[in-house]
């Protein structure tokens, strides 16, 4: 983990199965540090989903980045990055299909969300409300 001047935590992963498990335990370790536990199932299931979403489609490592609330006015930023640049897209998937259901369960469950390109790659973000 890299701490980012006390306001947020950062990881990156590599591109491997374990990534998941491990990218879900860092994060509900973080919130817990934060005092956040509120928000770290909800957090962990859809880290969950864009690390998947990365592993299918990237070849590279995975960044994961928390960014604290303080400077956000209650809202916790989350952002998956990897080294794809095309954005990943929002598709309706039918009852029998076992995937395509990750960013709608993002866009339904988070605040805002969204992509963006990056250097190399791209990161898809999102934002949840911190309870007050």
Known sequence: ???IEGGGAEWTFPAEPDAVRT????VRGQLHG???DCLA???ALLVSEL???SLR???GPIGVRLVRP???GGTLLVEVSDPLPDPPRERVARPGDESGRGLQLVAGSSRRWGTRPGASGKTVWFELAVPG
Do not use: P, Y
């Open 23 to 26: 990218a879900r335990a860092a």
């Open 51 to 53: 690390v998947t979403n």
């Open 41 to 43: 199932d909800l957090t």
């Open 57 to 59: 489609h990237a070849t």
């Open 70 to 72: 303080e400077g956000l």
């Open 1 to 3: 983990m890299i701490d």
């Open 34 to 36: 934060w005092d956040l």
